[in-house]
């Protein structure tokens, strides 16, 4: 099947700095992408939407200002948190579906990122 | 938001036994979808089924949909052990290209 990577897959960063993490999708064509963000023993939670050459669209609640989103090819989006804090500390998930693939509807996910604030 | 809720939230049996999950949603929906996720890791795609539908199989798993009761069930049969991990069932809705995750069942299959 369709493979989504993510880089890194792990990162350890002090307060106040920015994390950039990148999404892609390996072997097809992903128009549209998604964020997601889950805490420990808790569901994934939809960030924003993210399509190619134009802006993401945000779920309510979250600051698109601290999450910027960037779209700019039909393989890649990248997540940057900004200014980080230790309560944005999480698992980041970014996931692409494959329209090419006919009415399958299938998404895949990438591996995860886990970002650490101390 | 999440508008999927699972049931139950944990769930612990034996190797050989079946596992059953049930999810609940709030919305009108195109597709419901189940996913696995190890510990720590990425999401696995486990099976769609369509608004249209009522059961489909694949392999061990067996879903079914109730568009009336806006509820899904994930039965897995002859578990493993290596089936433990944390299922959610996802939904994709007719207004949006959205897809909102329940809670998860995270389940332990015993040796």
């Known amino acids: 099947g369709a493979v989504v990577s993510q880089h890194p897959s792990w990162v350890i960063c002090k307060s106040g700095t920015s994390v950039k993490i990148e999404c892609r999708s390996l072997d097809f064509q992903a128009t549209t992408m998604f964020w997601y963000r889950q805490f420990p023993k808790q569901s994934l939670m939809l960030m924003a939407t993210?399509?190619?050459?134009?802006?993401?669209?945000?779920e309510q609640g979250v600051e698109k200002d601290k999450f910027l989103i960037n779209h700019a090819s039909l393989t890649l989006s990248t997540l940057t948190v900004t200014s980080a804090h230790p309560e944005d500390s999480s698992f980041y998930i970014c996931?692409?579906?494959?329209?090419?693939?006919?009415?399958?509807?299938?998404?895949?996910f990438g591996p995860g990122t886990r970002l650490t604030v101390l | 938001s999440q508008q999927g809720e699972e049931d139950p939230q944990a769930l612990s049996i034996q190797e050989g036994e079946n596992a059953t999950m049930n999810c609940s949603y709030k919305t009108s929906i195109n597709n419901l979808q189940w996913y696995r996720q190890n510990s720590g890791r990425g999401l696995v795609h486990l099976i769609l089924i369509r608004s249209n539908e009522r059961e489909k199989h694949s392999g061990r798993l067996r879903v079914t949909l109730d568009t009336s009761k806006k509820s899904s069930s994930l039965l897995i049969t002859a578990s493993r052990a290596a089936d433990t991990a944390s299922y959610f069932c996802a939904t994709r809705e007719t207004s949006g290209s959205r897809l909102t995750f329940g809670e998860g069942t995270q389940l332990t299959v015993n040796p």
């Open positions: 993210s399509n190619e050459g134009s802006k993401a669209t945000y």
């Open positions: 996931s692409a579906r494959d329209y090419g693939s006919g009415p399958t509807d299938t998404q895949y």
